[in-house]
């Protein structure tokens, strides 16, 4: 309806791009789906190099007393290890899943503020370039990713330092686009599509966001004081002046253990849309697991010192968050016994997608039963610190949002690029990875009870934890070998033409499903108005007299979507920009300046303030 | 299916029986040796049986579920679409809450009942160095006989008595270990575990926590810190010696006597390049201290007992004692050996090491 009138004539000093396609249009682009993209690709070259760090790891643990690295390559090794998997491979991958289905899911054209989105990105690769970067530059970090002080603050090594600055970068990335996403579910829903409308995944969505938004700022002072102790001699956890080393420890639990449901609760989302789609049912009790996600996002921020049982806090403390910890298993439980209910009577179709979410349910009950029994405070003293809690968090972590996250790739890649993965060797990539991945953290279980501790570069034969360590060093390597499969599995599909023979070959339930495949670049030629949950499985189905379903002849629904408008002209669309860009490299240049030259500050001060400027000033549209 | 069950069940129980029964597996926590290791384990072990219970039903009913309800070639049908069950919903809400809330009720008398500090026991304070520990009998009657009649002071072995309930006051700065320029170097958190007699608790520079445990039975019981402090964290391992009653009287008489100077030549000459008394060495009284000489160094290791046969091992407890190329080696290029290692290297001839060795082995 809208005319060139209504529209404001585009004021602006420089020129705004407004090539969509062609290898610069990477590099300004502002669309959802192109920077989901990005943050995909980007995440799984980090979940490539974080692995063969732990595949370094498992070599080096195969054998007692081994030399193959020294204590401190080892210990550079599993802090970048640990920092990679959860800041550069699970959080930018659910960034990257977040960023291309959250618009289509609720039905949007873009997320509310696409250029923000753009700059999220950006910083969020800088960040990771800039932490890597330290390899070359004095050492990598090395006082784990949990970094507690004194040892990290007095470490003589630059790696700390940044450890620090990098993860600063990263936080505003990551705050940037948690704002920006819940921003785009809270105002952005198309018409009908009210909260209690929007699919599961939308609502873990918008949980994670929040738990984001609340608690990045906690951990951020946090690593601002360690950037000042370490860089300008401060005391904040400096014992011999004051200074308090649990400081650290609490404000840096606060935010880490949110950040465990920051890590799972979108592998969640992805388990709750396969699941109902290959079940053919829908989701068991929708709102109790809406609800339980809720909880869980607000009892994670009650339960931080499960990770201090032994640092001496006493027994009330203990006490308390011995019980918050078990309180918190139960909205878990709520989501593992709908799962079953929604596969129970169902008609399930075990394609990939299906048993990547399957395998990923069976083995976070794993995790969480482990998790009970830290719960369980004088148990914990044994087990903390131990392989036991390294097999935990990665039967939580791995065997939860990495299957998870296969799962959505499974289920949304025909989606994405109208190609369809093969699923032979999906499942030949499944059973692969769920035996290598068993093989590898069970025994850590029984290492733990056994006595290993966690983050030694070595342990001598007498220890008698040779076998079980030699296990999980194979296990290692086959889920290795499981990842090339899915390598081999995406070039193979990507080198096959593009188009489906069927754009719906899920037989779906949301409205991502509604568009083609992949979705114009304004998404949805007419903004769908939303009836029901599961939009899109009532424009095929309705009920028969005896409660049946049957599919709806074609044409013949009184909302289905119509068609035959043209091929989307007049649709208004924010045109690219570079600004996002300038802006987010002036960041990793003042971190630089941080550790070797004001001079550098202000020159990366500089391009930021620029950066900003020219997004401020440019024109809304390309002319 | 169920043959498939009870292969679960009997994987489970052949895994625990693994973990439990092995006898040479020193730092197993489901072998425990004393009374507070042995509370946290049968606490585990009681948590265990609900947790398989869990296991079985929700791992179980999903292979049930997935076989039964499998799609089937041929078959197209429609499943009824159920989209929930509030009655289920609330029972499968409460019911693992009552499971948690029976759980809890042991897990937090224990936490008190292990928080509890007896008047009786006796006081060792544990400090934390990078990376080796140090152990300081604080209680009145075990003071040494000379000097200004210190604590007794050990290094990577402590010993203690069979049955005695023992209060540990954990230190991250014990002797005031400093670096030559007086900075604190050592302060970084620890955690002092012997996973037989005790779970774990941490070191923390400024604050002291406390581990209250007893041995059942004499032997030597293996622990290791378990919070990251550094290159060597991997590296830094203690023995507790627990001695019946007669062998501990005969220990604590002899740490309370200082170390008698050597009449072997070899080792006197070692003494004096120790203690710098012949015009050469003397760098090792900056940090070590051994009783009844001019050694009073405090940030390292006390050595006056050195060579007697409780103090088993050194250096992290890293090496044996008795291992006398380890101690070569050690005392070649302490970094060589434990990269990162405090000591450092003085470029001692072989000869001198000889004579440092001769010394150090006569420290019975």
Redesign the interface.
């Known amino acids: 309806m809208s005319t060139a009138a209504s529209v404001p004539a585009p004021r602006g000093i420089i020129r705004r791009p407004s090539a969509t396609t062609g290898w610069l249009s990477w590099f300004t682009t502002i669309d959802h789906k192109k920077i989901g993209l990005l943050y995909g690709m980007s995440a799984f070259v980090f979940f490539i190099i974080g692995g063969s760090e732990a595949l370094l790891i498992r070599a080096q643990l195969a054998k007692p007393d081994n030399t193959l690295l020294?204590?401190?390559q080892y210990?550079q090794i599993f802090t970048m290890h640990g920092l990679t998997m959860i800041f550069l491979f699970v959080m930018p991958m659910s960034a990257a899943f977040f960023n291309y289905l959250i618009p289509l899911m609720i039905g949007a054209r873009d997320v509310a503020f696409p250029r923000l989105n753009a700059f999220s990105y950006w910083v969020f690769l800088f960040g990771g370039l800039f932490l890597y970067s330290s390899w070359f530059l004095g050492g990598a970090p090395n006082?784990?990713w949990?970094g507690?002080p004194?040892?990290s603050t007095?470490?003589p090594s630059i790696g700390m330092t940044f450890y620090a600055l990098g993860l600063i970068i990263t936080g505003i990335a990551s705050s940037a686009g948690a704002i920006n996403l819940a921003v785009t579910v809270v105002n952005m829903r198309a018409p009908g599509m009210t909260l209690f409308r929007m699919p599961v995944f939308v609502w873990m969505g918008l949980v994670v966001q929040f738990l984001l938004a609340f608690s990045l700022p906690i951990v951020t002072v946090a690593l601002f004081e360690m950037l000042f102790d370490r860089r300008w001699q401060t005391h904040f956890f400096d014992?011999?002046a004051g200074g308090?080393?649990?400081l650290w420890q609490n404000l840096f639990w606060l935010f880490a253990h949110p950040e465990v449901y920051i890590l799972i609760l979108p592998a969640f989302g992805i388990i709750s849309e396969i699941l109902p789609v290959f079940?053919?049912?829908?989701l068991?009790?929708?709102?109790?697991v809406v609800f339980s996600g809720i909880a869980i996002g607000f009892i994670g921020f009650g339960v931080w010192a499960h990770h201090m049982f032994?640092?001496?806090l006493?027994?009330t403390a203990?006490?308390a968050f011995?019980?918050t910890t078990?309180?918190i298993?139960?909205p878990t439980?709520?989501k593992?016994?709908?799962w079953?209910?929604t596969?129970?009577?169902?008609?399930?179709?075990?394609d990939t997608p299906m048993l990547m979410a399957?395998g990923a349910?069976?083995m976070f009950?794993?995790g969480g039963?482990?998790g009970?029994?830290h719960?369980?405070?004088?148990?914990?003293?044994?087990?903390?610190?131990?392989y036991y809690v390294v097999a935990h968090f990665h039967y939580v972590l791995f065997g939860g949002a990495v299957f998870g996250l296969f799962g959505g790739m499974y289920y949304w890649w025909p989606k994405i690029f109208a190609r369809q993965l093969s699923e032979r060797l999906g499942k030949v990539q499944f059973w692969i990875m769920l035996v290598g991945f068993n093989l590898t953290f069970g025994p850590m279980h029984?290492l733990g009870?056994?006595?290993?501790?966690?983050?030694?570069?070595?342990?001598p034969a007498?220890?008698?934890?040779t076998f079980w360590n030699q296990v999980s060093s194979v296990g290692a390597y086959l889920i290795a070998l499981s990842t090339l499969v899915f390598i081999v599995n995406a070039v193979k599909t990507q080198r096959k033409p593009k188009g489906l023979a069927n754009e719906d070959p899920w037989d779906a339930r949301t409205l991502e499903w509604t568009t083609s495949c992949p979705p114009p670049v304004y998404n949805f030629e007419e903004i769908p108005v939303v009836h029901s949950l599961d939009e899109f499985w009532h424009r095929k189905?309705v009920?028969d007299k005896e409660?049946?379903?049957v599919r709806v002849p074609a044409g013949a629904s009184d909302h289905a979507a119509a068609d035959g408008h043209g091929a989307g002209h007049a649709i208004h669309l924010p045109s690219p920009s570079f600004w996002p860009l300038v802006a987010s490299i002036g960041l990793p240049m003042i971190a630089y300046g941080v550790l070797y030259s004001w001079w550098l500050v202000g020159a990366g001060a500089l391009i930021a303030i620029v950066g900003f400027m020219g997004w401020a000033m440019e024109p809304s549209v390309a002319d | 299916m169920r043959t498939k069950r009870w292969l679960a069940l009997g994987l489970l129980t052949v895994t625990l029986l693994l973990v439990s029964c092995s006898k040479d597996i020193p730092q197993n926590t489901m072998n425990p040796a004393g009374p507070t290791a042995q509370t946290e384990k049968n606490l585990l072990v009681l948590v265990l049986w609900p947790a398989a219970a869990v296991f079985l039903i929700v791992e179980g009913g999903i292979l049930l579920i997935s076989i039964k309800y499998r799609h089937r070639k041929g078959r197209d049908r429609m499943p009824a679409q159920l989209h929930g069950h509030t009655r289920l919903e609330i029972g499968w809400t409460i019911a693992p809450a009552i499971v948690l809330a029976v759980i809890m009720v042991p897990t937090v008398s224990t936490i008190w009942q292990l928080a509890r500090q007896p008047a009786d026991a006796m006081h060792v304070t544990v400090q934390g160095y990078q990376w080796w520990w140090g152990f300081q009998y604080t209680d009145p009657d075990m003071q040494v006989g000379y000097g200004d009649h210190d604590p007794i002071l050990t290094a990577d072995v402590m010993v203690i008595p069979v049955g005695r309930t023992v209060d540990l006051a954990l230190t991250s700065l014990g002797g005031g270990a400093r670096t030559t320029t007086g900075v604190p170097d050592h302060e970084v958190i620890h955690s002092f575990w012997a996973p037989r007699l005790f779970g774990k608790q941490d070191v923390v520079p400024g604050e002291t926590n406390h581990i209250v445990f007893s041995a059942d039975t004499p032997g030597v019981y293996w622990g290791q810190c378990a919070e990251f402090c550094g290159l060597q964290h991997g590296r830094m391992k203690f023995r507790i010696r627990a001695l019946d009653e007669a062998d501990w009287q005969a220990w604590v008489a002899r740490e309370k006597t200082p170390a008698t100077a050597p009449t072997d030549p070899l080792a006197k000459q070692g003494m004096d390049l120790f203690l710098g008394t012949g015009g050469v060495g003397g760098q090792c009284i900056q940090c070590h201290s051994i009783g009844g000489t001019d050694a009073t160094g405090t940030a390292a290791p006390n050595l006056t007992h050195f060579a007697a046969a409780t103090h088993e091992c050194f250096a992290g407890c890293d090496f044996e004692t008795t291992d006398t190329a380890a101690l070569r080696a050690w005392l070649t290029d302490p970094n060589a050996v434990k990269m990162g290692a405090k000591m450092p290297d003085y470029g001692l001839t072989q000869d001198q090491i000889s004579a440092l060795m001769a010394y150090l082995y006569s420290l019975k």
């Open positions: 020294n204590a401190d210990n006082g784990g949990f507690y004194p040892n007095t470490d014992p011999t308090k080393p649990l079940s053919r049912k829908p068991f009790g929708y709102q109790f032994a640092v001496g006493g027994p203990n006490t011995g019980i078990a309180i298993a139960v439980g709520i593992i016994f709908n079953m209910g596969m129970y009577g169902g008609d399930l179709h075990f399957v349910v069976a009950v794993i039963l482990s009970v029994t719960a369980v405070v004088p148990s914990d003293y044994q087990q903390t610190d131990t029984i009870l056994e006595g290993m501790i966690r983050r030694e570069y070595t342990y007498a220890l008698g934890l189905y009920e409660g049946r379903l």
